[in-house]
């Protein structure tokens, strides 16, 4: 594993052009805190980046970092990154590299946002950005990934695969924009079978991968036999969990899992964040960015579902119809997320899978329009 647009026509249209434009990221080596392009420029364009986890859990932080990779290469910025785990260190690092001069500091989560407004006043030559924010101010702005709307889609085919009638969601922290991620998760799952039963557990940290492979074996003991994890390096726990079971699969998120652990993931909830932070890096070196809260998902083709094509035939062609078709009016803007009505229910009922998917249509209760 995160709402209103607030962001001037100028910015968001440009924004969203370039999104839907992007490509792919090559892979480069971590970097440490310090490590920047060699001699630059007194004027350079500095960018900062705080993760709350390490940036080779293969999952949301790696995905930040790949962006500032992306900001370095492309923008020739002086690049730094620190990862953080308290709020003081959240507050010591803001204040070091405000007064070290970074035109952006980047802070890859919603718990840095208490941070950020503490400290962004006493720095306004810097622009604070938070991930997964949903606050804006004179210096600092929020990205709100619309990551439910890939979700819903992942729940879609978790309802369809599974032959146990049970399917479990395990997170780091219980952060709002993951909760949010799991409702939508649910929601797609119920709108397929409205008895289908869903375990959901938190790590409570987003490193312990052998608590996460503790708590999807204990999902697994219960009868689960797909698992939608949002737990960045701790979720690297359940895809070992998976592995170490029978009949088990697995949903990644953030990033393309898929090649995690290729024999037992089903497809990844995938968020371009390299090619949102880059676009936002660009704006605000051009001095074109507006400081706003900014919600980018499947209709910006920034939050999408990848599905692994080596296990694409578990997936029935219902689904897949499904899917695709409801991905298709997301983009187009159209879609709504309804109400997960069976969700007390469903938690201590369990059912036999259907092997239906949803059709969208104007009157559906899947697919709402505006």
Sequence with gaps: ???????????????????????????????????????????????????????????????????????????????????????????????????????????????????????????PQTMYVTTS???????????????????????????????????????????????????????????????????????????DASAAKEQALAQVTQGADIIFQNADAAGLGVFQAAKDSKGVWVIGSNSDQNAVAPAVTLASVVIDLPHALFMIGQQIRDGLFTPSVITLGAEQQVVKLVINPALGPQIPGAARVAVDSIESIQMDGKFVIPSDTAGSASANTSAPAMTTAPTPSAGDSVAKQR
């Design 133 to 207: 924010g949903d606050r804006t101010g004179q210096n600092w702005a929020g990205i709100d990934f619309r990551f439910e709307d890939g979700a819903y889609l992942a729940g879609i085919i978790a309802a369809n695969v599974t032959k146990s009638g049970v399917i479990g969601t395990i997170g780091g922290t219980e952060l709002p924009p993951v909760k949010r991620g799991f409702a939508g998760f649910a929601a797609g799952a119920h709108a397929v079978n409205p008895r289908i039963r869903i375990l959901s557990s938190y790590v409570g940290n987003w490193d």
């Design 1 to 123: 594993m995160r709402m209103s647009v607030r962001i001037s026509t100028l910015v968001h249209i440009a924004l969203c052009a370039s999104l839907c434009a992007c490509g792919q990221l090559r892979d480069t080596h971590q970097r440490r805190r310090g490590d920047r392009t060699a001699a630059p420029a007194k004027d350079a364009f500095k960018v900062a980046l705080l993760t709350p986890g390490p940036i080779s859990d293969q999952a949301w932080n790696a995905a930040a970092y790949r962006g500032l990779l992306r900001i370095r290469d492309s923008l020739h910025a002086q690049i730094s990154n620190v990862e953080t785990k308290t709020p003081a260190e959240f507050d010591e690092n803001f204040r070091q590299y405000g007064a070290q001069g970074y035109n952006l500091v980047i802070a890859n989560g919603f718990e840095y946002q208490d941070a950020v407004q503490r400290v962004a006043p006493d720095y």
